[in-house]
């Protein structure tokens, strides 16, 4: 598990060879020879569909890392070195796109993940106690292989405070969650089975109750339905 | 005004995603249309005619980018941006999950106006359920001879790839987005060229969002002055608005253009939580510069919202009630801008950076009202200095933030400073105590 959890900002790993000199001796990396590399064969099978699907073979590139990192757990060097072949392309150029995109890794930091959304409408809904919660009872639970870390706004604004378990999103979710969400990993079962976006006849919990008649004397401050639009400026507003 | 069910019509029904129900309800009709009743220009002079603008958030009119591409047989490309990642927004995600096929659809309708042949939806990796809704529809519309060469036997040909990035808030940024595509680091690129020459592979594409293609499909189904009869002058058609943050209910709701902000906020969204009212709100995702309370009775257009000095952007209002502080909020917005810079441009690499280290200043009790100008300035030398608008995007609502809201930001560092003096003269005398301990007796 990565140690996530402690400072406000989103921990990241330095990328590889962040903190390295330079080695000027090194041969230059070349695209790898296809009959020195191994590359498993579904995945070189997955590759080569990948670079048909476009006019342009670097085009699969994205693709072909997520399959690699599904494959290896990471992006390692070994993994690169995999799709470099299979393309036909440089390991410098690989590793140059893994260290870009959030969702490629090149450290092993977990077969699983929980990405915890603390974006703007997240942070308003106190995601980050949401976060701090799950991290706590990870550690306290054991939970391995597992990667938790604080996300960039995830698209799930309407269901805040949320996280993306393996892509199933989860919420809105309470710090009073985390001990199921952990188990439920640990133990190989659906994480929270109704509260995911893709479960069929998912409902926000306010969507439950019907909401309140629009009229104006259950809300004074609105415009009776239909009603003119006011301008501030409009000095006969009509309210 | 009402809530209305045109984009999201149907989206109470599981069974929508397959292709048979969505045909039984009039699917793949309006795509019949512009093969076989219109010739190309038709359709295109018809999304003109509509008024329709990018949904995507600059605004721009979806007819007019669509007839910048040059003319001729040559490779031409479609490219759907469905990478939505502005904090705040989630409507493309409810139009993707709920009704994959109209986006197809709208998918095939844009290439014939644009004279593409191949298309890809570029999706955000993190929406991988929806990706694999839309893997799905795409291969039924093959199936079904909608997709692929020479459509339904017409002289169109059009394929379509479902591509799902890694995770970079910089690749919905449209210059980006085809880097992505093309399997680099999501570098935004020098405009111009602007993609309706040189795009994609080098070759003239058009780029549109998922919102702006299903409109594409509702504007040639049902005509130009249907379309046009929603709204309001300059922002026609109906309008999926994404509501969030402290407000009871938080959602997607369609309405016209030209709705109040405040029957959004309080009337559709349920207003902030019992006995808070509404200090700010960002009316166009995070990027947007805040507005205040009395700004919820403009009408919610690009025009209005541009002449009251924010913009409408993807139009997702994030709401933020009285009883929140602003520090936080600012430095949580500024630290996703840093996070998300992809440091390609100084202004926006080094500003980013500054700004979060500046804003983290105040809270550690280091920071002096006149952090504010420097931060101000910071900012002002952001905007309009780099390829994208990413930095600008951090710069105008952390500007606007100070703007309004100075006394607050004034005061939190006030409170701040005297709080680290308190701890340091409590830290010296201690320090001090232990001193004259060790000393021992004079």
Same mark, same amino acid.
């Given at each position: 598990?990565?140690?996530?959890?402690?400072?406000?900002?989103?921990?990241?790993?330095?990328?590889?060879?962040?903190?390295?000199?330079?080695?000027?001796?090194?041969?230059?990396?070349?695209?790898?020879?296809?009959?020195? =590399?191994?590359?498993?064969?579904? #995945? @070189? /099978? !997955?590759?080569? %569909?990948?670079?048909?699907? *476009?006019?342009?073979?670097?085009?699969?590139?994205?693709?072909?890392?997520?399959?690699?990192?599904?494959?290896?757990?990471?992006?390692?060097?070994?993994?690169?070195?995999?799709?470099?072949?299979?393309?036909?392309?440089?390991?410098?150029?690989?590793?140059?796109? =893994?260290?870009?995109?959030?969702? #490629? @890794? /090149? !450290?092993?930091? %977990?077969?699983?993940?929980? *990405?915890?959304?603390?974006?703007?409408?997240?942070?308003?809904?106190?995601?980050?106690?949401?976060?701090?919660?799950?991290?706590?009872?990870?550690?306290?639970?054991?939970?391995?292989?597992?990667?938790?870390?604080?996300?960039?706004?995830?698209?799930?604004?309407?269901?805040?405070?949320?996280?993306?378990?393996?892509?199933?999103?989860? %919420?809105?979710?309470?710090?009073?969650?985390?001990?199921?969400?952990?188990?439920?990993?640990?133990?190989?079962?659906?994480?929270?089975?109704?509260?995911?976006?893709?479960?069929?006849?998912?409902?926000?919990?306010?969507?439950?109750?019907?909401?309140?008649?629009?009229?104006?004397?259950?809300?004074?401050?609105?415009?009776?339905?239909?009603?003119?639009?006011?301008?501030?400026?409009?000095?006969?507003?009509?309210? | 005004?009402?809530?209305?069910?045109?984009?999201?019509?149907?989206?109470?029904?599981?069974?929508?995603?397959?292709?048979?129900?969505?045909?039984?309800?009039?699917?793949?009709?309006?795509?019949?249309?512009?093969?076989?009743?219109?010739?190309?220009?038709?359709?295109?002079?018809?999304?003109?005619?509509?008024?329709?603008?990018?949904?995507?958030?600059?605004?721009?009119?979806?007819?007019?980018?669509?007839?910048?591409?040059?003319?001729?047989?040559?490779?031409?490309?479609?490219?759907?941006?469905?990478?939505?990642?502005?904090?705040?927004?989630?409507?493309?995600?409810?139009?993707?999950?709920?009704?994959?096929?109209?986006?197809?659809?709208?998918?095939?309708?844009?290439?014939?106006?644009?004279?593409?042949?191949?298309?890809?939806?570029?999706?955000?990796?993190?929406?991988?359920?929806?990706?694999?809704?839309?893997?799905?529809?795409?291969?039924?519309?093959?199936?079904?001879?909608?997709?692929?060469?020479?459509?339904?036997?017409?002289?169109?040909?059009?394929?379509?790839?479902?591509?799902?990035?890694?995770?970079?808030?910089?690749?919905?940024?449209?210059?980006?987005?085809?880097?992505?595509?093309?399997?680099?680091?999501?570098?935004?690129?020098?405009?111009?060229?602007?993609?309706?020459?040189?795009?994609?592979?080098?070759?003239?594409?058009?780029?549109?969002?998922?919102?702006?293609?299903?409109?594409?499909?509702?504007?040639?189904?049902?005509?130009?002055?249907?379309?046009?009869?929603?709204?309001?002058?300059?922002?026609?058609?109906?309008?999926?608005?994404?509501?969030?943050?402290?407000?009871?209910?938080?959602?997607?709701?369609?309405?016209?253009?030209?709705?109040?902000?405040?029957?959004?906020?309080?009337?559709?969204?349920?207003?902030?939580?019992?006995?808070?009212?509404?200090?700010?709100?960002?009316?166009?995702?995070?990027?947007?510069?805040?507005?205040?309370?009395?700004?919820?009775?403009?009408?919610?257009?690009?025009?209005?919202?541009?002449?009251?000095?924010?913009?409408?952007?993807?139009?997702?209002?994030?709401?933020?009630?009285?009883?929140?502080?602003?520090?936080?909020?600012?430095?949580?917005?500024?630290?996703?801008?840093?996070?998300?810079?992809?440091?390609?441009?100084?202004?926006?690499?080094?500003?980013?950076?500054?700004?979060?280290?500046?804003?983290?200043?105040?809270?550690?009790?280091?920071?002096?009202?006149?952090?504010?100008?420097?931060?101000?300035?910071?900012?002002?030398?952001?905007?309009?200095?780099?390829?994208?608008?990413?930095?600008?995007?951090?710069?105008?609502?952390?500007?606007?933030?100070?703007?309004?809201?100075?006394?607050?930001?004034?005061?939190?560092?006030?409170?701040?400073?005297?709080?680290?003096?308190?701890?340091?003269?409590?830290?010296?005398?201690?320090?001090?105590?232990?001193?004259?301990?060790?000393?021992?007796?004079?």
């Amino acid at each position: 598990m990565q140690a996530a959890g402690d400072e406000g900002a989103l921990q990241q790993p330095l990328p590889p060879g962040w903190d390295e000199a330079v080695d000027l001796e090194a041969e230059p990396a070349v695209v790898p020879d296809p009959v020195e =590399v191994e590359v498993p064969s579904e #995945l @070189r /099978a !997955e590759i080569e %569909g990948l670079m048909t699907k *476009y006019p342009d073979r670097h085009s699969a590139t994205l693709p072909a890392l997520s399959a690699a990192q599904r494959l290896h757990g990471s992006c390692s060097p070994a993994a690169i070195r995999q799709v470099a072949a299979v393309m036909q392309v440089t390991p410098a150029y690989l590793s140059s796109v =893994v260290t870009f995109y959030d969702m #490629l @890794r /090149a !450290e092993p930091t %977990g077969s699983r993940y929980i *990405y915890v959304c603390t974006s703007v409408s997240c942070h308003l809904s106190n995601a980050k106690a949401v976060h701090d919660a799950i991290w706590e009872e990870a550690r306290d639970q054991g939970l391995e292989d597992v990667e938790i870390r604080q996300f960039e706004c995830l698209g799930g604004c309407d269901m805040a405070p949320m996280a993306s378990v393996d892509g199933r999103y989860v %919420g809105p979710l309470g710090e009073d969650d985390a001990p199921e969400i952990v188990s439920a990993l640990k133990e190989g079962r659906t994480v929270l089975p109704g509260r995911s976006l893709e479960d069929p006849g998912y409902k926000l919990p306010w969507d439950e109750s019907p909401r309140p008649p629009l009229d104006a004397t259950a809300h004074p401050d609105i415009h009776p339905a239909g009603g003119t639009v006011v301008h501030p400026d409009n000095e006969e507003l009509d309210r | 005004m009402t809530e209305l069910r045109i984009l999201t019509e149907h989206t109470d029904r599981d069974d929508l995603l397959q292709i048979g129900v969505y045909e039984e309800l009039g699917g793949y009709r309006a795509l019949r249309k512009a093969l076989f009743d219109m010739d190309p220009e038709q359709v295109l002079s018809e999304l003109e005619e509509s008024g329709l603008r990018g949904r995507g958030g600059a605004g721009f009119s979806m007819g007019k980018k669509a007839s910048f591409l040059p003319k001729g047989t040559m490779d031409k490309y479609l490219c759907c941006n469905a990478d939505e990642s502005e904090p705040g927004t989630f409507k493309d995600r409810l139009l993707m999950q709920k009704n994959p096929h109209r986006l197809v659809e709208g998918c095939i309708i844009g290439s014939i106006a644009a004279g593409a042949n191949k298309g890809f939806i570029f999706i955000r990796g993190e929406y991988s359920h929806q990706a694999d809704i839309l893997d799905a529809a795409v291969a039924e519309a093959y199936e079904r001879g909608y997709l692929g060469d020479r459509i339904l036997d017409s002289e169109h040909s059009f394929s379509l790839v479902v591509h799902r990035g890694q995770g970079a808030y910089i690749c919905g940024e449209e210059t980006a987005l085809l880097d992505g595509l093309e399997g680099k680091r999501g570098n935004p690129r020098l405009k111009p060229p602007f993609p309706a020459n040189q795009g994609l592979y080098q070759g003239p594409t058009l780029i549109n969002n998922v919102e702006t293609l299903c409109c594409v499909q509702l504007i040639i189904e049902r005509g130009a002055d249907w379309f046009r009869s929603m709204g309001t002058e300059q922002s026609t058609g109906p309008k999926v608005v994404s509501v969030s943050g402290d407000v009871q209910r938080p959602g997607n709701f369609e309405v016209e253009l030209g709705i109040t902000g405040r029957e959004l906020v309080y009337g559709l969204a349920g207003g902030p939580p019992d006995g808070r009212g509404v200090k700010c709100w960002f009316p166009g995702g995070s990027s947007a510069p805040v507005l205040l309370e009395e700004h919820l009775d403009l009408p919610f257009t690009y025009e209005d919202m541009a002449q009251a000095g924010s913009m409408l952007g993807t139009a997702s209002i994030i709401v933020v009630d009285d009883a929140q502080p602003l520090l936080p909020l600012a430095l949580r917005l500024a630290e996703f801008y840093r996070h998300e810079s992809c440091g390609k441009c100084v202004p926006c690499r080094e500003g980013t950076n500054w700004t979060v280290k500046m804003l983290e200043r105040i809270d550690e009790g280091e920071a002096t009202p006149m952090d504010l100008e420097i931060m101000a300035q910071v900012q002002e030398n952001i905007i309009g200095n780099c390829l994208c608008v990413l930095g600008d995007s951090m710069a105008m609502p952390i500007g606007s933030m100070i703007q309004h809201f100075r006394q607050e930001f004034e005061d939190h560092i006030a409170a701040a400073r005297e709080r680290r003096q308190l701890e340091e003269a409590a830290s010296f005398s201690a320090g001090e105590l232990a001193a004259a301990v060790e000393a021992g007796p004079a």
